[in-house]
Each structure stands twice: as structure tokens, then as C-alpha cells.
């Protein structure tokens, strides 16, 4: 059963727009969540994170926003660049209330966002 | 040196060989990962070493084998795979007790199995 779930599995929105990728979980244990963004043949990398805590976090063109009740989070980019294109994971773990050990994280299968000029 | 380095980037590799993929992090954390990534699944968790010590194994099948001689390298051996094991893996590091959950990862090695 998937903890981590994008039911998108892509996403096409043009350039200067607002792409919104949309995440939802499961486990109620869950205490933080991140986005990582991945190209073709690359590693995933690390866009945004935010903890249980907030409710909402910004870095430049990206927000994160929490929904705890809803167990659902997203992530805003705005405006969107052609350099957006790739696939975005969405995370999540149980850092705090395993004690911040080496838990590792929960991945969701990812949204392949697509951005036209 | 990048953060996170994995070798072979690709692999093909017959049923019956045994062959180990590696990794290697210079960012001086104390843990590092084996992921699995296959197509259109999520990043499945295969094995977690921290403080050079196996905490997690995901139900993995005994021809993966992974092995952490110190903090800073990282090795999964493979033996008699079969074709559903193709599939990128992916190693990651992070520093366990840190502020931030982020997790570091390499390009991967792709894995082919015939």
C-alpha cells in the first residue's frame, strides 16, 4: 500500500504560468516532507522541504503548503521556466518522531511536469 | 568531486554473474542508502547503513548483498538477478541526528539484466 501517493503522473503548463503539483499521504506518523526534482539520467535532487510544524514554506519561485488535516501537501512553482521540466517527487519521513535517526524517506512515483513555451 | 559518486553508471549483466555496483560520498555524512527506482513506481528503500551499521532491510532478496566498509563508501553486490531487477538504483547519504531530512543522491547506475 503506497504511503506516498502523486496521482498525476504528468503535467503540462506553460511558460510564466503556475505549475501545481499535488501530494497526499497516508501515514499519520509522517513529520516532514521534501520535494526533490530529477532530469533524465541524473540523481533526484533536493527542491524543498517542510516540517510538520508549518504550514507553509517559500524558497524564490517555490512554496511548499501542508494541509495536516487533509494529509496532503503541494508544491507551487511561479512563474514556471522551460528549466522546470522534469520529473518532481514528493517525500516524506518520520524524522522527529524517530528521533532524527537514519530512517530514510518515503518517495511517491513522481509527476513528469511538462513546461510549453 | 561531486557529493555522491556511483559506479558503473550502467550495467548489463547476464542472469548468472555476480557483479557490485559502488558509491562513494565526500560530504562527510553518517549514513547512506540503496534505492531501487523502476518504472513507474516510486524510489523503493532497499537498505540503510548508518554509522557504518545496516539498520533497514525492506524485505530485499537475498541476491542483493549489500556491504559498508566506512562511512564514506557504499556497495551493493548482485548475484543471480533476474530481468524484474532492472531497474535504476540509486545511492543517497545524509547526516542522521542533522536538522533536515535531506537526503543526497548520485546519477545512479542502470542496471540491465538479460
Known amino acids: 500500500d503506497q504511503q506516498v501517493k502523486q496521482n498525476s503522473p504528468s503535467l503540462s503548463v506553460q511558460e510564466g504560468r503556475i505549475s501545481i503539483l499535488n501530494c497526499d499521504y497516508t501515514?499519520?506518523?509522517?513529520?516532514?516532507f521534501l520535494w526533490y526534482k530529477k532530469y533524465p539520467a541524473e540523481g533526484p535532487t533536493f527542491l524543498i522541504s517542510?516540517?510538520?510544524?508549518?504550514d507553509k514554506n517559500e524558497d524564490g519561485r517555490f512554496t511548499v503548503f501542508l494541509n495536516k488535516s487533509a494529509k496532503h501537501l503541494s508544491l507551487h512553482i511561479v512563474p514556471s521556466q522551460p528549466g522546470d521540466s522534469a520529473v518532481y517527487f514528493c517525500?516524506?519521513?518520520?524524522?522527529?518522531?524517530?528521533?532524527?535517526?537514519?530512517?530514510?524517506?518515503?518517495f511517491g512515483k513522481g509527476t513528469h511536469l511538462i513546461i510549453q513555451p | 568531486e561531486t557529493g555522491v559518486t556511483q559506479t558503473p553508471r550502467h550495467l548489463v549483466m547476464g542472469m548468472t554473474n555476480k557483479k557490485s555496483l559502488k558509491c562513494e560520498q565526500h560530504l562527510g555524512h553518517n549514513a547512506m542508502y540503496w534505492y531501487k527506482q523502476s518504472a513507474k513506481k516510486p524510489l523503493e528503500l532497499m537498505f540503510v547503513y548508518s554509522l557504518e551499521e545496516r539498520v533497514e532491510n525492506n524485505s530485499v532478496p537475498s541476491r542483493f548483498s549489500p556491504e559498508c566498509p566506512n562511512s564514506s563508501h557504499l556497495f551493493l553486490h548482485l548475484h543471480t538477478l533476474q530481468p524484474e531487477d532492472s531497474a535504476l538504483y540509486l545511492c543517497?547519504?545524509?547526516?542522521?541526528?542533522?536538522?533536515?531530512?535531506?537526503?543526497?543522491f548520485g546519477e545512479g547506475s542502470r542496471l540491465t539484466v538479460l
Open positions: 517525500a516524506a519521513s518520520s524524522k522527529w518522531s524517530s528521533g532524527g535517526g537514519a530512517d530514510g524517506l518515503t
Open positions: 501515514n499519520s506518523m509522517f513529520d516532514y
Open positions: 543517497a547519504s545524509s547526516q542522521a541526528g542533522g536538522d533536515d531530512g535531506e537526503l543526497f
Open positions: 517542510i516540517s510538520s510544524i508549518k
